[in-house]
């Protein structure tokens, strides 16, 4: 059984920093892309990042240069480096299995996520 638990979320000021993780069990981690997606309060699920199994990453416009996707396959976990942290990125965070899709709904999340407040 798909296992993914997130965790790293809090409260920081805009342009402070946060570093997300997210173990997962049940499946053969190394074997598969890893995704990141949020949902901002009011809003659906946005796709953020993407690393596949060969390490190259995708990030959505708004994040790029912000943002860092990393896996370490001995740990079976996902992190998602986060700076220079806007308003605009408040949400709940969530690790997905598997690449980049199109679109996201509730049943594709396996995990509780973890939220982000970015306030001043």
């Known amino acids: 059984q798909v296992q993914l638990v997130e965790s790293g979320g809090g409260s920081v000021q805009p342009g402070g920093s946060l570093t997300l993780s997210c173990a997962a069990s049940?499946?053969?981690?190394?074997?598969?892309?890893m995704s990141w997606v949020r949902q901002a309060p009011g809003k659906g699920l946005e796709w953020v990042s993407t690393?596949?199994?060969?390490?190259?990453?995708d990030y959505t416009e708004s994040v790029k240069g912000r943002f860092t996707i990393t896996r370490v396959n001995a740990r079976n976990t996902l992190y998602l480096q986060m700076n220079s942290l806007k308003p605009e990125d408040t949400a709940d965070y969530y690790c997905?299995?598997?690449?980049?899709?199109?679109?996201?709904?509730?049943?594709?999340?396996r995990g509780r996520g973890t939220h982000v407040t970015v306030s001043s």
């Open positions: 690393v596949n199994v060969e390490g190259a990453k």
């Open positions: 049940g499946f053969g981690f190394s074997g598969w892309s």
């Open positions: 997905v299995k598997g690449p980049r899709r199109r679109t996201y709904d509730t049943s594709d999340l």
